[in-house]
């Protein structure tokens, strides 16, 4: 008895064989599908500002993961959030893969924000976010291709004098500037890592 | 000259002891800036112990310029702060101050924003109370997960 199962067994396997590989097949198919997917966002492109230490052109950087947000240093509630948002999920990526990471602010203030000061601001919360700007005028072309949204906003009777609305995403993006993934506004790290890890492997 | 002295301290427990019957001021903190910065905020906790609604309606504090109440509104994806006028605590309720909603403005800092140090603010309130308020400084994150443990 015990022969007749072990060449019923035998048989059963190798026909089970071509299914697990076609399933397998499929899955890894589909995985590959879904990154290509991604990198069809058709927003982002490729720049160049100005920072502190000098022009700043993101395709000069081959192999690098750019973690972009647009905002100000003005802002006292939600730039700094989402800021210590990316340093908080870069600090949990391990340190070989860490390297990859590059991250930017840039900032639709041009106005009020200085290089220094942008380059004082954003060393506070990472050594590996570096801040940009340039003219109102390429800031707000750049902005439209990354669908990235802002206004001033006059606040009228408020020492601020004015504050600027604006959209608060990540956009990931690989070296040529096309968008990978993008990251809503949120008080944790948690979504931000998850993108960052996908993208990473 | 004792009749004096005796008036002036009832003159300044007076408005202590009101706002430590009304509001009381949970886990307040001013957020650590990088240096340079001019603007930061103030985030706590507003629990109204009284059975009457009472607003917060202005705050002031040596180490800004200016201090002004501001909030957030997200109109389609969009994220606005302006300025309010009051923040309203319900009776027998609480309003909580944190990132993205309510927050205590401090404009034009006069000093730089270090964690580990202490801030005070005078916080008015519309039924005529007043309370000074010492807070720590904390690094935003540290901050926000003391929010999320409510």
Known sequence: ?201 | MKKWLTALIFALITPMALAANTVDVVNPYARAVPPGQTNSAIFMMLKNKSAKEVSLIRAQSGVAETVELHTHTMDQGVMKMRQVSEIRIPGNGMTHLKPGGYHIMLIGLKQNLFEGQKVSVKLYFSNGSMAVVEMPIKKVMAGMKQHAAH
Not at chain 1, 26 to 40: D, L
Not at chain 1, 55 to 65: E, Y
Not at chain 1, 152 to 168: F, L
């Open chain 1, 1 to 201: 008895m015990l022969d007749s199962f072990k060449k019923h067994f035998f048989k059963a396997f190798l026909m089970l064989l071509p299914v697990v590989a076609l399933v397998a097949g499929m899955e890894i198919y589909q995985k590959s599908q879904m990154k290509n997917a991604a990198k069809m966002m058709q927003i982002g492109g490729d720049f160049t500002l100005q920072s502190a230490d000098g022009p700043f052109t993101l395709s000069a950087r081959p192999g690098k993961l750019n973690v972009i947000y647009f905002g100000y240093t003005q802002c006292p509630d939600v730039c700094p959030t989402s800021l210590s948002v990316m340093a908080h999920a870069f600090k949990q990526i391990p340190e070989n893969q860490r390297t990859k990471l590059q991250g930017i602010l840039i900032s639709v203030d041009p106005e009020r924000d200085t290089l220094q000061h942008l380059k004082n601001y954003t060393q506070f919360f990472h050594p590996q976010i570096i801040g940009l700007t340039d003219t109102p005028e390429k800031i707000l072309a750049l902005s439209r291709k990354y669908g990235a949204f802002y206004q001033k906003a006059q606040i009228d009777n408020s020492a601020m004098g004015y504050t600027i609305d604006h959209t608060s995403m990540f956009y990931l993006t690989n070296d040529k500037g096309e968008v990978l993934e993008t990251v809503n506004h949120s008080a944790s790290p948690d979504a931000l890592l998850e993108a960052l890890k996908r993208q990473l492997d």
